[in-house]
Nanobody
Framework: QVRLVESGGGLVQAGGSLRLSCVAS????????VGWYRQAPGKQRELVAD???????KYADSVKGRFTISRDNAKNTVYLQMDSLKPEDTAVYYC?????????WGQGTQVTVSS
């Protein structure tokens, strides 16, 4: 069974930075699409960024130029570097691994950006 664990969330002022980590219990992340999603109160969960097995990346328009997704296969970890944070980035951030059409989710980590 694949288990994903996110960490790195917290409270930060607008303009600040955070780095989120998603660690997998197996090396499954290196061969599959991994994404960071977020869900703000009262809103639907949305894709923030994803990275494929060949390390090609995709970003939501709202975070382009501010967030960077990357992977460290040796550590079974995918990161989300978040710079120039805005209050509208406040949400619970989730990691998702897509394996043979099945989605594995982490428990989420809270990011709060104060103005």
């Amino acid at each position: 069974q694949v288990r994903l664990v996110e960490s790195g969330g917290g409270l930060v002022q607008a303009g600040g930075s955070l780095r989120l980590s998603c660690v997998a219990s197996t090396n499954i992340l290196r061969r599959n699409l991994v994404g960071w999603y977020r869900q703000a109160p009262g809103k639907q969960r949305e894709l923030v960024a994803d990275i494929s097995s060949d390390s090609s990346t995709k970003y939501a328009d709202s975070v382009k130029g501010r967030f960077t997704i990357s992977r460290d296969n040796a550590k079974n970890t995918v990161y989300l570097q978040m710079d120039s944070l805005k209050p509208e980035d406040t949400a619970v951030y989730y990691c998702r691994g897509l394996v043979l059409g099945y989605a594995y989710w982490g428990q989420g980590t809270q990011v709060t950006v104060s103005s």
